[in-house]
């Protein structure tokens, strides 16, 4: 191919690209129209493209990113929690998004049991800058908390983490995780993300263990942090079915994120 002209305009976001081919219009055309194709030859020897989004008609527009040598450019930008990604249709659920808690109860009909509830509602986005993740910012909706018991959830309303007057918990990161080198596809490396939980209106320094995995286009985060209802204010609910609840339980998560 020899490029005899480009002619760019910022202000009407066109390129005109004059060029000779040896091959027929058909071959020529097929290049820009199938993504697959066009992998191959836009960009410099050594910066692939990947195309997410491609609609070659009047108005439509196309998406891509391009991968340096160390793969690092893929990554960089901003990631947002995909919640079109899983469904949540009760607790045991988990092929979408989700904030939730396990903790050890007494029933007073069954004895031991395992308390877990989740939130499908969360919103955030966390930002990639070479092998580092700069920022997190997560919100989980608490009023949309659902477990295996219609009344524990109503419990929680009033009592407990009280969600009626405490609708939310967040996360912020503090200081960046250094991942070291971009993962491959597929590979999951572990993590800690050292920020602010604000939780029943407390906020405290924690470190949240996670293990992360890059699935094709998508993020896929989980995680767990030990919390003591004590450092947050959080009285025990109770009720004449709970003979007792346990002083400390877990925050479980985990996440699909994909670039804006």
Known sequence: ???????????????VITAE??????????????????????????FPATFEHHDLTPGGTITYFMSGPDGGARFDGTWNVD???????????????????RIQ??????????????????????????????????????????????????QLRNNGIQTNQFPSATFKLTSPIDLGSIPADGKEISATASGQLTLHGVTKDVQIALKAKLSGSTIVVTGSLPIVLADYSIDKPNSFKVLSIADNGTMELQLFFTHT
Request: hydrophobic residues 40%; aromatic residues 8%.
């Open 105 to 154: 109860e007494q029933l007073a009909s069954i004895g031991a049991n395992t308390a877990v509830g989740r939130t499908p509602k969360v919103t955030g986005s966390l930002m990639i800058a070479g092998t580092k993740v700069t920022t997190v910012d997560i919100t989980a909706d608490l009023t949309a908390l659902q477990s295996d018991d219609n009344q524990r959830d109503n």
């Open 21 to 46: 081919f040896k091959a027929s219009i058909t071959n020529v055309w097929q290049l820009w129209a199938d993504p697959r194709l066009l992998e191959r030859w836009w960009g410099p020897p050594g």
């Open 83 to 101: 919640t079109s990604i899983g469904t949540f249709s009760d607790v045991k659920d988990t092929s979408g998004n989700f904030v939730g808690y």
């Open 1 to 15: 191919m020899t490029v005899w002209n480009v002619e760019k305009n910022a202000e009407a976001k066109t390129m």
